[in-house]
């Protein structure tokens, strides 16, 4: 332990932390191909290693930005590229790497990381917190009968991915980074998306659907062969839109589609709506729903004052922060805002809570209930109901 080493990887040691991360998950040592295309996503500054003293532990993140309630934008790190050697597991390498990463982002003024989690059970001891929840939404081609009165839509234009691959960035801005969670995507984030892509699929296309005012949404997908007695199943990558005709006109062409049997459209919002489009709204099955990221306060200060709040009496919460000990303290939050207070707690929750609270996706309430908030003032919760909620399911959409 004494001879264990957390530092900045050196660029010469970020193809072997790739290729450890990927054996982390199971899988091959990449190419020189791929690793061309994902090389860029290693900052000089944000690339970690765990040396003992060879490498044993790695973990990564990009800068990005997220939308908070009420509209803001957040400096955001985009973790992910975690993994740990075999036979190093569970001896405190993830531990160290959260601990650098961590203190590290905190020094930068950076204040929300984000992650997907491979494993539930992982993240929250570093004060992470299930964030966003998504829908696989499944739809059977053959009882999918469009209602009359659903809009008409626009022009959908086909692209195949070399020509498609270079709009995708303006597509995403233009459609789908303005809703609460929402991420910017930065440059160096796309490489890597068209290489998963063309590794994942022989043929990937792009639909884009053009309204009265341009663009206005797209749907990037590939088609499964069935057998030789069935259609195959289109999978959805991403079925982004900026409004309801655009949403109608993009399930309008997938519906075009031939040789299709099933429509499939992973990690979905909880409140779209699907299933209203059709007849027979058994069309639309929800297979599974599922935590989609993780979010980790870095900074609670600048973090609860940057969202809005609903109209409710102010709550004091007592949050508690063992990896960033600069988090610890009261906030006040109410209709006005939120600042740090000498006053009496409300509540008391660890900053992991805090995460799940403070988009909206789960209430004050129904975590109180759980065990996950201390209650100190009866009257609280439902306070902190309000106060957090939000009006649509929050929902971020980017996986990295």
Same mark, same amino acid.
């Given at each position: 332990?004494?001879? @264990?080493?957390? @530092?900045?990887?050196?660029?010469?040691?970020?193809?072997?932390?790739?290729? &450890?991360?990927?054996?982390?998950?199971?899988?091959? #040592?990449?190419?020189?191909?791929?690793?061309?295309?994902?090389?860029?996503?290693?900052?000089?500054?944000?690339?970690?290693?765990?040396?003992?003293?060879? &490498?044993?532990?790695?973990?990564?993140?990009?800068?990005?930005?997220?939308?908070?309630?009420?509209?803001? @934008?957040?400096?955001?790190?985009?973790?992910?590229?975690?993994?740990? @050697?075999?036979?190093?597991?569970?001896?405190?390498?993830?531990?160290?790497?959260?601990?650098?990463?961590?203190?590290?982002?905190?020094?930068?003024?950076?204040?929300?990381?984000?992650?997907?989690?491979?494993? $539930?059970?992982?993240?929250? !001891?570093?004060?992470?917190?299930?964030?966003?929840?998504?829908?696989?939404?499944?739809?059977?081609?053959?009882?999918?009968?469009?209602?009359?009165?659903?809009?008409?839509?626009?022009?959908?234009? +086909?692209?195949?991915?070399?020509?498609?691959? #270079?709009?995708?960035?303006?597509?995403?801005?233009?459609?789908?980074?303005?809703?609460?969670?929402?991420?910017?995507?930065?440059?160096?984030?796309?490489? $890597?998306?068209?290489?998963?892509? !063309?590794?994942?699929?022989?043929?990937?296309?792009?639909?884009?659907?053009?309204?009265?005012? /341009?663009?206005?949404?797209?749907?990037?997908?590939?088609?499964?062969?069935?057998?030789?007695?069935?259609? $195959?199943?289109?999978?959805?990558?991403?079925?982004?839109?900026?409004?309801?005709?655009?949403?109608? $006109?993009?399930?309008?062409?997938?519906?075009? %589609?031939?040789?299709?049997?099933?429509?499939?459209?992973?990690?979905?919002?909880?409140?779209?709506?699907?299933?209203?489009?059709?007849?027979?709204?058994?069309?639309?099955?929800?297979?599974?729903?599922?935590?989609?990221?993780?979010?980790?306060?870095?900074?609670?200060?600048?973090?609860?004052?940057?969202?809005?709040?609903?109209?409710?009496?102010?709550?004091?919460?007592?949050?508690?922060?063992?990896?960033?000990?600069?988090?610890?303290?009261?906030?006040?939050?109410?209709?006005? /805002?939120?600042?740090?207070?000498?006053?009496?707690?409300?509540?008391?929750?660890?900053?992991?809570?805090?995460?799940?609270?403070?988009?909206?996706?789960?209430?004050?309430?129904?975590?109180?209930?759980?065990?996950?908030?201390? +209650?100190?003032?009866?009257?609280?919760?439902?306070?902190?109901? %309000?106060?957090?909620?939000? !009006?649509?399911?929050?929902?971020?959409?980017?996986?990295?």
């Amino acid at each position: 332990m004494s001879d @264990r080493t957390v @530092r900045i990887l050196r660029p010469d040691e970020q193809r072997a932390a790739w290729d &450890l991360f990927r054996a982390a998950l199971h899988v091959q #040592p990449g190419t020189d191909e791929e690793w061309e295309r994902v090389s860029a996503a290693y900052s000089a500054e944000r690339s970690w290693g765990v040396f003992e003293p060879d &490498l044993i532990g790695t973990a990564r993140s990009f800068a990005s930005e997220m939308v908070v309630p009420g509209g803001a @934008r957040l400096p955001l790190a985009a973790v992910t590229g975690v993994g740990v @050697r075999a036979g190093r597991t569970r001896r405190g390498v993830l531990s160290s790497l959260q601990a650098a990463q961590l203190g590290d982002l905190a020094d930068q003024g950076v204040a929300l990381a984000l992650l997907h989690a491979s494993e $539930g059970s992982i993240y929250g !001891r570093y004060g992470y917190g299930v964030t966003t929840l998504a829908n696989q939404v499944v739809v059977k081609k053959h009882r999918a009968q469009l209602r009359p009165d659903v809009p008409a839509g626009g022009e959908v234009t +086909v692209l195949g991915i070399d020509e498609a691959a #270079p709009r995708w960035p303006e597509l995403y801005a233009a459609t789908a980074t303005s809703h609460v969670a929402a991420m910017t995507r930065p440059e160096i984030y796309w490489p $890597g998306f068209e290489g998963h892509l !063309r590794r994942r699929a022989k043929l990937v296309q792009t639909a884009v659907h053009t309204g009265q005012d /341009g663009v206005d949404g797209y749907v990037i997908y590939h088609v499964e062969e069935g057998s030789a007695h069935d259609n $195959g199943k289109l999978q959805a990558v991403e079925f982004s839109y900026a409004n309801p005709a655009a949403f109608a $006109g993009l399930w309008r062409f997938l519906l075009s %589609v031939d040789l299709v049997e099933e429509i499939v459209l992973g990690m979905r919002p909880l409140d779209e709506p699907h299933a209203l489009l059709f007849t027979d709204p058994r069309a639309a099955k929800t297979e599974s729903t599922e935590d989609e990221s993780w979010l980790r306060l870095v900074d609670v200060p600048a973090a609860l004052a940057a969202r809005t709040y609903g109209p409710a009496e102010p709550v004091v919460l007592e949050v508690s922060d063992r990896s960033l000990p600069a988090n610890e303290g009261r906030y006040r939050v109410g209709p006005d /805002g939120a600042s740090r207070t000498d006053a009496e707690p409300a509540l008391r929750l660890s900053v992991d809570t805090l995460a799940m609270l403070y988009f909206g996706t789960f209430r004050a309430s129904a975590l109180a209930g759980t065990g996950r908030i201390e +209650v100190l003032d009866p009257a609280a919760p439902e306070s902190a109901d %309000v106060l957090f909620g939000t !009006r649509e399911s929050v929902w971020c959409g980017t996986f990295f």
